[in-house]
């Protein structure tokens, strides 16, 4: 669900648009359009780079459309309101309740950490080996493709409260698996 709000957000689609500084002259404002208190605000950031704010307001009166203003508060826009329903999702929607996500096929590491021992595997060429100070040392293919699996089919049974607990688990993690995919490595920690 969350990648369908990137995409909408990616896609945004400006159907029209209209100056706000023009809306007194046809004794209009930002009220007549919901944007004075937006029924939806949506704020987002990239990297270092200050967050990005978007009111959203009213549906149109014509089609399946919505007011937007912009960033800036200079210009009015026209867009599907597919943005504003995928925002729109309860928390519970939201969540997703998979732990780990890279496949068996895209996998070429797996990290398994505590405090007094850390094991690294490797594939290379098809094959996975385990990472020694003296030499590399083959894993079973099978008993690893087998080990990532079914990390990758563990689920949540049930979500915290929204209060956090006193000791955050990544504060002082007993254990730590981490799969390297392609471009991503994902994280449990226990």
Do not use: C
């Amino acid at each position: 669900v969350v990648n369908s709000i990137l995409h909408e957000l990616q896609l945004l689609e400006n159907v029209s648009s209209f100056s706000a500084k023009d809306l007194a002259a046809n004794s209009m404002s930002l009220a007549d359009y919901g944007l004075d208190r937006p029924k939806l605000t949506v704020s987002f950031a990239s990297g270092d780079a200050p967050p990005t704010v978007l009111r959203i307001g009213d549906s149109t009166n014509v089609g399946n459309r919505l007011y937007l203003l912009s960033p800036d508060g200079e210009r009015i826009h026209v867009v599907a309101r597919g943005l504003a329903d995928s925002l729109s999702l309860g928390l519970d929607k939201l969540r997703a309740d998979t732990l780990l996500t890279v496949p068996v096929y895209e996998a070429h590491g797996l990290l398994v950490q505590s405090s007094a021992v850390r094991l690294r595997i490797r594939r290379e060429n098809n094959r996975w080996l385990f990472d020694t100070i003296i030499n590399n040392a083959r894993a079973s293919k099978t008993a690893i493709d087998l080990a990532i699996a079914g990390l990758n089919n563990l689920r949540v049974k049930s979500f915290s409260p929204a209060t956090p607990p006193a000791i955050l688990p990544a504060t002082t993690p007993s254990l730590r698996i981490t799969l390297e995919g392609t471009n991503r490595r994902e994280t449990l920690l226990l």
